[in-house]
């Protein structure tokens, strides 16, 4: 048997990986038999259910379909190669991997558009490259960026809401927010004709939205490594980690949209509570940008003994009706609205398989099939060509 088949492309896989014909159905929740037949050719499998394969061999699609590596899925296959000792990002490697696979499939299957930038998003761009901020690893580098976004998105001094849907409206991102531990902050990885970023979100939603506009300055900034991970964005060691810093201070908190809450009142309690609240941003960001020369609202000796605080005790002495939600993390799972439309629509018509969906909701194909059913979504009914004899 060749590999020019995708059943033989299958079993060679497998073998490389040292799976029996066994193992993988076990994986799969086939039985030995039925593997055969797939490997075999006998038994045809669709986009869906090679997706579920690929996920039980560690794999990318592009590797079962035997194709050349491109766009999604050339970026999946590097946000897969990882070096010795980075064992422990898999799980976010894997979640962004899932996506960018699926998004792929549904190119295929319903001819899915590659996100674009709109018109502002395209003259921030190029307002980067004429003005060659790429080339400035600096501080002021990230500031300046942060106005140029403000400025052509016509954001004013207004917090951002959904910062998410802000990014995949206007910069050709895709944004996925999945709780997948305190190991990885945030990912981006972006190539030539595809983006994404993921955010973990078992950080509390300060920690989440700087992380999220922190990845966006790197690919703003064509940062030239195609796939970031960030451990910990506070702890900023590099002149390009710094400036990404910088701007996701600047867009998040903006000088005088800080000075307009404050309205003139000493930075109390009650005020870091506001403003934590109206800018959606974390304690200890909150407090870095209130010392920051370009807004110079507290001391840097006041932000040391602000930090000898937590948070919490903070938001309960200000009378904050709810602590935990700026505090805890929220565990959130989102994946971009346009995939998820996407792949129900295409379920819905049968051009694409349960296993589509379940990729990229990382959910039991068998738990979501009954979900789905509940909030009736379900796949068109086969003619049972049998039925008339």
Partial sequence: MGTNSVGGRIAALRSVKGLTGEQLGHALGLTKSQVSKIESGVRKLDVSEIALVADALGVTLAEVLGVERRGSLALAARVMTTSPGQDETAPARRRV???????????????????????????????????????????????????????????????????????????GMSAVTWPVGKVVSGLCAHGTDTAMMLISSSFPVGHQRFT?????????????????????????????????????AGLLMPADGLRDVVNGRAIDDIVIAEL?????????????RLTDPAVKLISTAQRGAALQRTPTSVLRTAGDPSPAELTQPDETRRVPPRLLSAAQHGYRSGKVGL???????????????????????????????????
């Fill in 212 to 248: 999220a506009a922190h990845e966006l300055a790197h690919h703003l900034l064509a940062d030239p490594r195609e796939v970031i991970i960030e451990s910990d964005v506070f702890a900023a060691s590099t002149p390009s980690e710094r400036r990404a810093n910088s701007f996701a």
């Fill in 97 to 171: 991997r899932q996506v960018l696979e699926v998004e792929a499939a549904l190119g295929d299957a319903v001819g899915l558009p590659a996100v674009g930038r709109s018109a502002a998003g395209t003259a921030v761009v190029e307002q980067v490259q004429a003005e060659g901020l790429a080339k400035v690893a600096t501080v002021g580098c990230g500031t300046r960026l942060a106005g140029i976004v403000r400025e052509r998105l016509g954001l004013g001094r207004a917090p951002i809401g959904d910062l998410a849907a802000l990014v995949e409206r206007h910069f």
């Fill in 355 to 389: 296993g589509v969906l379940a990729s990229l909701l990382d959910e039991d194909a068998d738990l979501l099939y009954e979900r789905l059913a509940a909030e009736g979504i379900t796949p068109p009914v086969v003619q049972d060509d049998m039925g008339d004899l």
């Fill in 276 to 288: 934590m609240r109206e800018f959606g941003v974390s304690y200890t960001a909150l407090l870095h």
